[in-house]
């Protein structure tokens, strides 16, 4: 496996990373806590040294997981998690955003107890809060970073006016939006030039359409009680008829590289910047093979602007996320307090 750098901070980390959360969370399928360990370690020997979890994921379950089965190989492999949600320890309700740094301090000393760590490789801001200066956030991250409880700082979804307030405070080592070949909004809202003149990393979370460029959906896919793909305007039938022509274009493209379209997708990601790196997950070995396959494609610029062009005429239907979830990306933060 190849490795790359996350922008100008030196993190290195295999060019693709495996995301946890589907493992247990969010898909309406968990496997069970051995199964997702063994397939965690599968990832490691088979190259990947970047795994992504986060606080809310189960909430908690997700963590331990995690923790668990990356604990034999602790100094080969980079962990990232995130807060940002206030969670109720008690009954376990996801009550809304919440970055007040006393908040930040408890989830992180969860983290480290369920992750089974010391040190927090990189931690993100999971969701803006709007009520809390993101100074205070930034801060609060850099005590812990001088406690040696945080190694690297990074933010999932910010607007671009609250990460150049954020990185002036503490260098932002890393970006996790959500980037791919069907939700291409950091070339346009600013984010990868943000990335480029600022020296940051960008991960690319959902990097195969919550499972849709990997072409094993169409029209008539029905999803299982509990899959939040249930309530995502993408996934309604009509717009997941319209945008089969994407999934058609990576697999033309395919064809002549004896690759899948899940593989065109990552290859085409992988191309975009040096410092990007994806986190496609999976609950399956096979998927995870593939999906770790990409990076052994190379396109040449001639399927670059091919895709290119092709994708220039594909009107994607419907928005990526419903409307709650919607209006929690690409927000800013409270003014600082003067």
């Not at 898909?27 to 965690?40: A, V």
């Not at 009680?225 to 039938?237: L, Q």
């Not at 975009?272 to 040449?300: C, D, M, S």
């Amino acid at each position: 496996m190849q490795t790359r750098k996350l922008g100008s901070s030196g993190l290195e980390v295999s060019a693709i990373g495996f995301g946890c959360m589907g493992i247990n969370f969010s898909y309406g399928t968990s496997l069970s806590k051995q199964d997702g360990i063994e397939l965690i370690r599968a990832a490691v020997d088979r190259g990947v040294s970047f795994f992504d979890t986060a606080e809310v994921y189960g909430p908690f379950t997700n963590e331990e997981i995690v923790g668990e089965a990356l604990a034999p190989v602790r100094d080969q492999v980079v962990i990232a998690t995130k807060f940002g949600f206030d969670i109720d320890f008690a009954t376990r309700e996801n009550r809304g955003v919440s970055s007040r740094p006393e908040r930040i301090r408890q989830a992180v000393e969860g983290s480290l107890r369920r992750l089974r760590i010391e040190t927090i490789d990189l931690l993100y801001q999971h969701r803006v809060d709007p009520a809390v200066p993101i100074e205070d956030v930034a801060g609060t991250v850099k005590e812990l970073i001088a406690e040696g409880k945080v190694k690297h700082f990074g933010m999932s979804e910010p607007g671009v006016a609250t990460l150049r307030r954020a990185h002036a405070v503490l260098p932002v080592t890393t970006l996790q939006n959500e980037y791919s070949l069907w939700t291409r909004g950091p070339e346009t809202n600013g984010i990868l030039a943000a990335c480029d003149e600022l020296g940051i990393g960008l991960v690319p979370y959902s990097p195969l359409g919550k499972g849709f460029l990997t072409g094993a959906m169409n029209k008539d896919t029905t999803f299982g009680a509990g899959d939040f793909r249930n309530s995502v305007p993408r996934f309604a039938p009509e717009a997941l008829e319209k945008n089969q022509a994407l999934v058609d274009l990576l697999r033309r493209v395919g064809e002549a590289h004896g690759a899948t379209p899940a593989q065109i997708a990552l290859a085409w990601l992988l191309a975009q910047r040096p410092y990007i790196v994806p986190i496609p997950g999976t609950t399956k070995l096979h998927r995870l093979e593939e999906n770790l396959g990409a990076a052994a494609v190379e396109l040449p610029d001639a399927d670059l602007r091919e895709i290119e062009t092709a994708a220039a005429q594909i009107h994607i239907a419907g928005e990526r996320y419903a409307a709650p979830q919607l209006a929690m990306v690409g927000r800013d933060s409270a003014p600082a307090s003067r």
